[in-house]
């Protein structure tokens, strides 16, 4: 068993990124070959926990993307599969040391460098997997901080440059974490976090994600 969700501070992923890499290499090939693939997608959604001090959010951020993916007239197969994706879209931040993913001050230029380092890392982490699920999760993973007006990282894609899915998860990782405890804050209650999410449309976020969101949760 990779993770321990029922621990409310798990402890770091032990593996080095190159055997992650690997698990998930290997992971793709059964999949690939899968009649049912839902037993291997929870194995990779336990992969993508296994480093995040709040083990649940991304299980949220992928209940709320499906739900979004709905609402934007995808397919609910479609929408299944961007769960399952939406899952892993901070794997990359294995790399990141828990001091920092727990620091409750305000983060410094270079420590800010190294937490936008986690897309990267995503992209390296997915290398040649091809499965369409994993191929999607790669794509959030890596987009998912970008913003609408050209604002975000890692590559300052603008508007509906950046992929729907990863514009999609990234409506629904700001909501979670607005409405959650972080290192940095307490949770917001739905009437200010909403209050926020109007703030971002149309410059952090995409302004039919924000549309789409609001009346989800609210
Ligand atoms: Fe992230």
Known sequence: MLACPPCPTPPRNPFSLPRLRQRLLALDGALRDAAEPGPLLARAAALGRSGDPDPRHGRRVAALAGALAGKHGLPASFAVELASAAELH???K??????LLVKSGPLSVTERQRVAMHTRVATWLFGEARHPVLRLAA???????ERWDGGGYPDGTEGDRTPLPARIVAGADVWDALTHDR??????????AAALVRQMRGTALDPAV???LLPLVL
């Not at 294995?94 to 001091?99: A, T």
């Not at 794509?139 to 998912?144: E, G």
């Open 90 to 92: 901070d794997l990359g």
């Open 94 to 99: 294995v790399v990141l040391p828990r001091s």
């Open 139 to 145: 794509t959030v993973a890596r987009s998912h901080h």
């Open 183 to 192: 290192p940095y804050r307490p949770e917001l209650g739905n009437g200010e």
């Open 210 to 212: 924000v549309d789409a």
